[in-house]
């Protein structure tokens, strides 16, 4: 697949990976429709740069927390660059919870964010793809649905969530879009942490070192091209999955 003047959908890209996966698809040659959550100045400076590098760029904010007007992305989008054909759900929370202490309403937003809006971004994306038009889905999952993290219980259930969604797309709406996913490791501190608790973490790897935002950006754009891939979620964490 071409990505060149295709119209590109990335949910939380004002930030961190969103930001990153959102400016290698501008570099490509997509045009961009940055959503954000709450941080709008992050968003105008993505799409600022993005349009430095030739993308014709829209922003919106749309609350992701309610689901039922998760789709809303995609009619956004539509109507300021046209047809949507490349979507990467990266949107996310990163909530400290457990099994002992998490509350019904902390539990449902977090689903609702992680999970249930990007199934119903997704939907509304394949709703309103033209028939002549192939599709690409890229979900942004965590390495850790395998080994869950001790305490970010709903995150990492909703993540597990995600990969077992990216699987059941790409059965149910292919053969016009392809779903896959980029399950992440140790990419960026978490936010709030330093340098110090990075090594750290890093020194776990078999590889040492964090990953960054650019193994993620020449992932995403792999999967999105090669045509011939669906239903995979593509791990990036330095080997952390062997050990």
Do not use: C
């Not at 968003?43 to 600022?48: C, G, L, P």
Request: no cysteine; net charge negative; aromatic share 6%.
């Amino acid at each position: 697949m071409d990505l060149e003047g295709r119209v590109a959908v990335v949910t939380g890209a004002g930030v961190r990976v969103g930001r990153a996966i959102a400016l290698g698809l501008a570099e490509a040659g997509a045009d961009l429709f940055v959503h954000y959550g709450h941080s709008r100045e992050a968003a105008e400076e993505t799409a600022a740069t993005a349009e430095s590098l030739g993308a014709r760029t829209a922003i919106g904010s749309v609350d992701l927390s309610s689901p039922e007007g998760a789709g809303e992305v995609i009619h956004l989008a539509e109507q300021a660059l046209g047809p949507v054909s490349l979507l990467v759900n990266s949107a996310s929370g990163f909530p400290g919870d457990t099994i002992e202490d998490v509350e019904f309403d902390a539990w449902q937003r977090t689903l609702d964010l992680t999970l249930s809006s990007p199934v119903f971004i997704t939907q509304a994306f394949a709703d309103r793809l033209p028939a002549d038009l192939a599709g690409s889905v890229v979900n942004v999952t965590d390495v850790r649905t395998t080994r869950p993290y001790l305490k970010r219980f709903s995150y990492i259930v909703a993540r597990g969530g995600i990969d077992t969604f990216t699987r059941a797309a790409a059965l149910s709406l292919a053969p016009q879009i392809r779903v896959n996913a980029v399950a992440l490791g140790l990419i960026l501190p978490s936010e709030g942490q330093g340098r110090e608790y990075e090594e750290r973490l890093a020194a776990k790897l078999p590889l040492q070192r964090a990953g960054g935002t650019q193994p993620v950006v020449d992932t995403v754009l792999f999967l999105m091209r090669n045509d011939f891939i669906t239903g995979e979620i593509v791990r990036i964490d330095g080997g952390g999955h062997l050990k």
